[in-house]
Structures are given as structure tokens and as C-alpha cells.
């Protein structure tokens, strides 16, 4: 039984998004929305184990139209109505992790406009607000979709294409999805190359680990060094299994995965 790491309300924003946090009123979350949250963090397992795999499959945007993210960049320049919104959820469990997550999406998306609608006039006037251009909401319907699905985030792993952008966006956000799918890398890792010393991970996996992990690049011998240390654990395990048995999962798992991943020897 895996543990769960991320908390049911902030699960329950991947299924609502930003549209029930402006929408007017008492914000209702339905059984059916709670009963597809807790589906929410079983798919990052999902998603890593097909990513070292290697699956592909591409990684399309959620669908936005221009009209949406053109709301939405105008709501967070005044935001004020979503604000009083949230903050209905107070003083709940539940309703203080929605709220926690979808303020910190709001607050990440505020730095994402450009600055020219951000900017007020001199002298307090108030001019016609400008409105964004269509490569602005482009880059902005990026972030609007890294931040209220990033399940969406995590598959560009199989399309190869996860940059920093949507390390950013997760790591203010949603640094809870970050430390699951790395945890779910590394024992993942682990169990092939237990089950198999001679698995090798394609480049391609390793350079998207890599920015899994935030390393600015892959280590140039990943694999053969996953493999070499493996192959000196093993005979170390051997060795001292009749006095101590094997050593722990967790163990194996730092002296194979990170010692390798961080360049140590």
C-alpha cells in the first residue's frame, strides 16, 4: 500500500481548477469531484512507470480557448473577487489545502503576466486596460495548464519535451507532485536494475530524469555507472548477507540511484 503523500484538497484542484475559485458564490465540491481526486496521485506512478518504459506519446495541451486565458490574466491583475472566494474554505482541513493550492497557483500565475498589463498608468489614471496578444495567451495558457493539471506537466515526460518552464510552475506550486514522481523515478529505477543488472535506460529517458530532477544535464554515464554499482553492491550484499541480511530498500536505493545520479563515487 503506497503511502499518499498529497493531501485530498489539493488533489481536488486538478479536478475543479480556477474557474470554481472565480466563480461567484459558495463553491461546491461534489462526491464525484472527491472520488476523481483520490485518482490523482495512483497516475504519477502510472505516468513514471510507462516514462521508464520508454512509452512516447505526445503531450498536447489542455483546451483553452483565448477567451479563458484572456479572463483569467484580467482576473489576477484585480483579484479581489477570487480572493474573498477563498476565503470561504477557512477553517476546514480540506478547504485549507484547496485554498493553499489554488492561492499558489493564482500568486505564480501573477508573475507569469506580462508586465506590460501589469503596469498602472501615472498619475492613478485609468485608462481602457490593454489587452493581451495572441502569443501572449499562448505562453500564458502554458502556465495555466502546468498549474491546474500537472498531471498534463508530467506526461511531456513521454513526449520527451518537460523543460524548466513546468519545473518552475511545480516547484512553487506543486512541490508535492515534484517529490512523488521522483520518489516514484528512483524505485522505479531501483526495481528494474534489481530485477535486471544489465537493464539499460536509453539517453532519452536520462536527459528528461535529469530534468526531472533538476540537474542541469544527465550524468554522461548514467547507466553504465547504475549498472557498475549495482554490480558492486550486490557482491558486497552477498558477502555480508549471512551476518546482516540485505540491507534495506531505501538503502539500495540511495547507493545506487543518488550516489550515481550526483556524480559520487
Request: proline share 9%.
Amino acid at each position: 500500500m503506497i503511502e499518499r503523500k498529497i493531501k485530498p484538497g489539493r488533489a481536488v484542484f486538478t479536478v475543479v481548477g480556477l474557474a470554481r475559485v472565480y466563480k461567484p458564490g459558495p463553491v461546491v465540491i461534489t462526491k464525484a469531484e472527491f472520488a476523481e481526486a483520490v485518482k490523482f496521485e495512483p497516475q504519477i506512478y502510472e505516468i513514471i512507470d510507462q516514462f521508464l518504459d520508454g512509452k512516447r506519446e505526445g503531450a498536447p495541451l489542455p483546451k483553452y480557448d483565448h477567451d479563458e486565458i484572456e479572463e483569467i490574466i484580467e482576473r489576477e491583475i484585480n483579484p479581489d473577487d477570487a480572493d474573498e472566494n477563498l476565503a470561504q474554505f477557512r477553517n476546514h482541513p480540506e478547504g485549507e489545502e484547496f485554498a493553499a493550492v489554488a492561492g499558489a497557483a493564482r500568486e505564480y500565475l501573477r508573475t507569469q503576466i506580462p508586465r506590460r498589463l501589469r503596469t498602472l498608468p501615472a498619475f492613478g489614471r485609468k485608462p481602457e486596460p490593454p489587452k493581451p496578444s495572441t502569443a501572449e495567451r499562448l505562453i500564458f495558457r502554458r502556465h495555466v495548464a502546468t498549474v491546474e493539471k500537472p498531471l498534463w506537466a508530467l506526461k511531456n515526460l513521454l513526449a520527451g519535451t518537460l523543460v524548466r518552464d513546468h519545473l518552475d510552475a511545480l516547484e512553487v506550486v506543486w512541490p508535492d507532485v515534484l517529490e512523488v514522481a521522483r520518489l516514484a523515478a528512483e524505485n522505479g529505477i531501483a526495481d528494474r536494475v534489481d530485477k535486471n543488472p544489465d537493464w539499460a535506460m536509453p539517453r532519452r529517458i536520462a536527459r528528461q530524469l535529469a530534468v526531472l530532477k533538476g540537474e542541469p544535464i544527465a550524468p554522461p554515464d548514467f547507466v553504465r555507472d547504475l549498472q557498475a554499482q549495482f554490480a558492486k553492491e550486490q557482491q558486497i550484499a552477498s558477502e555480508s548477507q549471512r551476518n546482516a541480511g540485505p540491507p534495506p530498500k531505501d538503502e539500495k536505493l540511495e547507493t545506487i540511484v543518488q550516489r550515481v545520479a550526483d556524480g559520487r563515487r
